[in-house]
């Protein structure tokens, strides 16, 4: 059921995405960025530690016109530690405002954005010693802020942050395993067709 309801809302904001895109320009992108999450490993009952900071890639596509950005996100992180091993995948719906352009030095435009975001995290979790090997799904959102450089019509450079909250769990014979929240800087380069 949990898992359908996710489905359900995923492709209503998506197709809402779509809807709205009638009135917009495309563009696609790249990001980089290093992540921060609260992750609790406990064996029954007994902490036995919490995620660093890791690597974190995405790819984005959407839809923008001079104010608004609506676009899927799908982020990447690959979390080794020790005996430890973590694979998060997100994929996410997102709207941000954005100000109109700054003009710096008279040739490079810049402005910021704030939004938010709402989709679907998948981890696959590992731990060698226990024997520990788990995949699990549930609801993501959260919201973000950053700065778009543009170079000429077609590019940009954003710089950004994103903090996103969840309430996926998972806990097998003892082992817990349980995320909070997550924050991530990047940057990111766009190109706006």
């Known amino acids: 059921m949990k898992k359908s309801l996710m489905a359900m809302l995923m492709v209503g904001s998506l197709i809402s995405v779509g809807v709205a895109a009638e009135e917009y320009s495309p563009f696609a992108g790249v990001e980089f960025g290093s992540e921060k999450a609260s992750v609790d490993w406990s064996l029954y009952g007994t902490h036995v530690g919490t995620t660093d900071r890791e690597r974190v890639w995405g790819l984005k ?39 109109e352009p700054y003009t710096l030095m008279g040739r490079i435009a ?7 975001h709402l989709g679907a995290i998948q981890i696959r979790a590992e731990n060698s010693t ?43 014979d003892g082992v817990k395993f349980k995320l909070d929240h997550y924050y991530n800087l990047y940057a990111g380069v766009n190109y706006y067709f």
């Not at 091993?85 to 941000?96: F, G, P, S």
């Not at 802020?145 to 450079?157: D, E, K, Q, T, W």
């Open 61 to 99: 596509g959407g839809f923008y016109d001079s104010n608004t950005r609506v676009y899927a996100g799908f982020h990447y992180v690959d979390a080794d530690e020790g005996d430890t091993k973590e694979r998060w995948y997100d994929l996410t719906a997102n709207l941000e405002a954005t100000t």
């Open 130 to 172: 226990v024997g520990y090997d788990e995949k699990g799904t549930d609801f993501v959102y959260g919201i973000q802020a950053g700065v778009n450089i543009l170079f000429g019509r077609h590019f940009n450079m954003e710089v950004g942050a994103r903090k996103s909250w969840s309430a996926l769990e998972m806990d097998v």
């Open 110 to 116: 810049a402005s910021g954005f704030v939004g938010a």
